[in-house]
């Protein structure tokens, strides 16, 4: 069964620093993985999403790289903003050779604070 | 871009009652669905995949007789709570696939707050 991890679990950091969350998952089996973000009582916004095939993505300040072989992906912000405060979930889809859509694992997410 | 809605956003009601949470993709179609559930400070879990036209399938866990899937059109889904009691009570999230999305990517509802008193 596949699990997703993610770490660190919170994170608080001044403005303008840039920043790392890590996103591991146990089974390298993927079809893609995906960045999302979650603010407080609401739903998703994707933020990058990477094929298996691909190394890295990267949208404004905010670049996904993927690992698939060791399990790896992890999501680097650039110049954080207060804006920027938010959850952000990690989340892979396993690989579904019939060629359907198959639901996602996701992380518990890793819950960001950037002070003003 | 593509746009997920969900209704209600928030619901609340008694113990025992059933609650119906409707998921609508607004500019495509979607042949799959998938319905996800949040328990306050833990992350998604999918709950169940709803293919336009047959039955949903259910992740390991989750009873199919109490969480009712209807995916009658490709732009609707519906999920229905049957006797819900407080334990019931979360986040449920949905998304969709576009049906010739060459990204394959899922599209995600704002969600709909269930609390069951």
């Known amino acids: 069964k596949q699990e997703v991890t993610q770490i660190p679990a919170a994170l608080s950091v001044p403005e303008g620093e840039n920043l790392v969350l890590n996103c591991s998952f146990t089974?390298?089996?993927?079809?893609?993985l995906q960045w999302f973000r979650q603010d407080p009582g609401k739903g998703l916004t994707s933020l990058l999403l990477?094929?298996?095939?691909?190394r890295e993505q990267t949208s404004g300040r905010l670049n996904a790289s993927l690992d698939k072989s060791s399990g790896r992906s992890t999501l680097y912000i650039a110049a954080s903003q207060p804006g920027d405060s938010a959850t952000y979930l990690c989340?892979?889809?396993?690989?579904?050779?019939?060629?359907?859509?198959?639901?996602?694992?996701f992380g518990k997410g890793t819950h960001l604070i950037i002070q003003p | 871009g593509a746009v997920v809605s969900q209704h209600p956003s928030w619901v609340i009601c008694k113990s025992g009652t059933s609650v119906k949470i409707e998921c609508r993709s607004l500019?495509?179609?979607?042949?799959?669905m998938f319905w996800y559930r949040q328990f306050p400070k833990q992350s998604l879990m999918l709950m169940a995949t709803?293919?336009?036209?047959?039955?949903?399938?259910?992740e390991q866990g989750v009873e199919k007789d109490k969480f009712l899937i209807n995916h009658a059109s490709l732009t609707l889904s519906t999920l229905t709570v049957t006797s819900a009691h407080p334990e019931d009570s979360s986040f449920y999230i949905c998304?969709?696939?576009?049906?010739?999305?060459?990204?394959?990517?899922?599209?995600f509802g704002p969600g709909t707050r269930l609390t069951v008193l």
């Open positions: 998304s969709a696939r576009e049906r010739l999305a060459e990204r394959d990517t899922q599209y």
């Open positions: 089974d390298s089996a993927i079809y893609n």
């Open positions: 990477i094929q298996s095939s691909q």
């Open positions: 989340a892979v889809r396993r690989y579904y050779s019939g060629g359907g859509a198959d639901g996602l694992t």
């Open positions: 500019d495509f179609q979607a042949t799959t």
């Open positions: 709803s293919n336009e036209g047959s039955k949903a399938t259910y």
